[in-house]
């Protein structure tokens, strides 16, 4: 993002988060918004888009990855959202975020899900926005990231 008081790139850490355990039917667009959110900073767990995560996982024990994590969203000056696929740990990190007072950006395909979950939608804080076609979050990607004035 473009700085106008500095005129340089500011480059964000960014956590992406999506469903693992709770389904995979969203990886191609996981895949999509990892590539176009690198544009825009370093995203610090495009693991999450990877087919190959679940295999990933069974080497490391649960805590590691639960500290791994944990880290990860501590360093993350963005949460990124895909909030299509229900997911405990989607939701975790979401509440977790919120309660270090991290800007969170949330999105869902609303041909998947009409709503998603009242608690996400009623917090204030949270930027929920919903598509229906993934092109239309990717085309417009940096307006929804820049920083609101």
Same mark, same amino acid.
């Given at each position: ?17 999506? @469903? ?40 490391? @024990? ?88």
């Amino acid at each position: 993002m473009l700085n106008a008081d500095r005129r340089k790139v500011v480059k964000l850490n960014i956590y992406f988060s999506g @469903s693992i355990y709770g389904g995979r039917q969203k990886i191609e667009t996981y895949k999509k918004l990892v590539e176009e959110l690198k544009k825009y900073g370093d995203v610090l767990n495009p693991e999450v888009a990877d087919d190959n995560v679940i295999e990933n996982e069974k080497t490391i @024990s649960d805590n590691v990855v639960f500290e791994t994590l944990k880290k990860k969203l501590n360093q993350a000056d963005l949460i990124f959202a895909e909030l299509t696929v229900t997911s405990l740990g989607v939701g975790y990190e979401i509440g977790y975020a919120d309660s270090h007072n991290k800007r969170i950006i949330g999105i869902y395909d609303e041909t998947v899900t009409s709503k998603i979950t009242t608690m996400l939608r009623g917090n204030k804080r949270l930027k929920i926005i919903s598509y229906k076609n993934i092109n239309e979050i990717i085309s417009n990607l940096g307006n929804i990231i820049k920083e609101e004035t």
